[in-house]
């Protein structure tokens, strides 16, 4: 039997394969753009901010000067950019994610000071964002810096032992940046609180011990420089007091002039006396009666007498209430949070501060309320972001010192991942109220 096999020749072959080839090419150049139709559809588009580096002391644009863009979606923070501005102080940067849960901060060394402008978004559905970074020339003296609020609270919650609540208000009436000194570990020391004699386990509101504050056996020591303008800096602490006797001394010195002080102690059988304040009445708050001290215009370098009698005739209140569970496991490299009360906790937050003194802070932007109204945490969207972007300064600020070699692993590990918990809960309550 003859087999024939009928071999293609060359040309039909080669025009087989280009057919081939020109069809698989279309495939790919199809799908290329399907594929980029739908990356069109869920991508969000990329968007541009601008902005500029203004000396506030000097009224002058700031040219060839660097700027650096941080970049936060939720807790995370992502790479950052960087820019020069021109002649006339302006930078400028692209392809930024619009996403509505994409925060921007821009930041600029001049003077050794590192100085950074407001949190930006892009609004909803927009790619252009602008911002305004302000620096300012520096000052050492100490002259310029008022106290425009002081405000403690003295609460007795076991026998034997003190819970004081402070809250300092400073402002800065020069036109230059307070910058203070510098220790002799390197370290600057801007203000200064002092504490009364016996003094122990100072929890800060915010900010983390040894990076923006250095705690010391007799004083509170900021590291942080106070921009010119009214309360333009803020710190807020509680420390505990032990005391065996029926009397106590809290005098403490005050560093700078102090435009007003109030003070409250938890009415359950204590007296207070003090040189510089004046008896103002009696407060509620949760129940709780307080009686109000108040002082105007002291001087720096005065001292602030306070004393406290008839400390073996107080009536404790009822058993406190268990201290929230999510807060940080005590160690001994991070001083431990107060554990008395809820009340304490709350006013630990601020919110309960500012209602018990019945007064505004316009920083913060949280509303005055009635004494009796005692909310435990930020109920609009407006309080959310504000104490959402303080989380993140501080986080900037833990992440900064860490890399700076100021603070041991196992500090920043513990302290961030607690501050990375509270804006977690920030951010769910936020999506809970849209």
């Known amino acids: 039997m003859n087999l024939s096999v009928s071999i293609p020749n060359v040309s039909s072959i080669t ?33 541009i ?25 939720l807790e995370v ?21 619009t996403d509505v849960h994409s925060l921007y901060r821009a930041e600029a060394e001049y003077q050794g000071i590192t100085f950074h402008s407001n949190f930006v978004t892009f609004e909803p559905g927009s790619t252009q964002a602008s911002v305004v970074l302000n620096v300012y020339e ?60 016996g003094a122990r386990d100072v929890t800060l509101q915010s900010g983390t011990p040894g990076v923006d504050f250095i705690v010391k056996p007799d004083e509170l020591v ?32 005050l560093h700078y002039d102090t435009v007003a002080v109030n003070g409250l102690l938890m009415d359950i059988g204590a007296e207070m006396r003090s040189d510089l304040l004046r008896f103002a009445g009696e407060r509620t708050a949760q129940g709780q009666n307080f009686l109000q001290f108040i002082g105007e215009n002291l001087k720096a370098g005065q001292l602030l007498g306070i004393t406290l009698d008839h400390l073996d005739q107080i009536r404790l209140p009822d058993a406190t209430a268990e201290t929230p569970s999510h807060e940080v496991e005590p160690s001994a490299e991070i001083p431990q949070r107060i554990e008395h009360s809820a009340v304490l ?41 504000t104490e959402r972007n303080r989380l993140l300064f501080t986080l900037a ?9 100021q603070l041991s692993e196992s500090i920043y590990r513990r302290v961030r991942a607690h501050r990375k918990a509270e804006l977690a809960r920030l951010w769910q309550r936020h999506h809970n109220m849209q």
Do not use: C
């Open 77 to 97: 923070e992502h790479p950052s950019l960087t820019a020069q501005t021109d002649a006339q102080g302006h930078f400028r940067f692209e392809g930024l994610d």
């Open 397 to 405: 600020r833990l992440d900064e010192a860490y890399q700076a070699g």
């Open 49 to 73: 901010l601008v902005g500029r580096v203004q000396n506030t002391t000097t009224r002058q644009p700031v040219a060839g000067i660097s700027v650096r863009l941080r970049h936060w979606r």
């Open 15 to 47: 025009h087989a394969a280009a057919r081939l080839a020109t069809i698989g090419l279309a495939t790919l150049v199809w799908s290329g753009v399907l594929l980029s139709s739908a990356q069109a559809v869920t991508e969000t588009p990329r968007g």
């Open 345 to 385: 906790w709350a006013m630990l937050a601020l919110g309960g501060l500012m209602i018990v003194l019945s007064t505004t802070y316009p920083r913060w932007r949280i509303h005055r309320i009635g004494l009796r109204t005692f909310p435990t945490q930020a109920k609009t969207e407006e309080e959310i972001e």
């Open 138 to 197: 520096t000052s050492y003296v100490p002259e310029m810096i008022r106290i425009q609020r002081f405000h403690f609270i003295i609460l007795m919650r076991e026998r034997g032992i003190l819970s004081v609540l402070e809250l300092y208000q400073f402002g800065n009436e020069g036109d230059r940046a307070f910058v203070g000194t510098t220790s002799e570990q390197g370290m600057r020391e801007t203000v200064r609180m002092d504490l009364p004699a």
């Open 222 to 253: 900021a590291t942080t420089p106070l921009l010119p303008g009214e309360e333009t800096f803020d710190v807020a602490f509680v420390y505990l007091v032990p005391y065996s006797t029926s009397s106590l001394v809290l005098d403490r010195r």
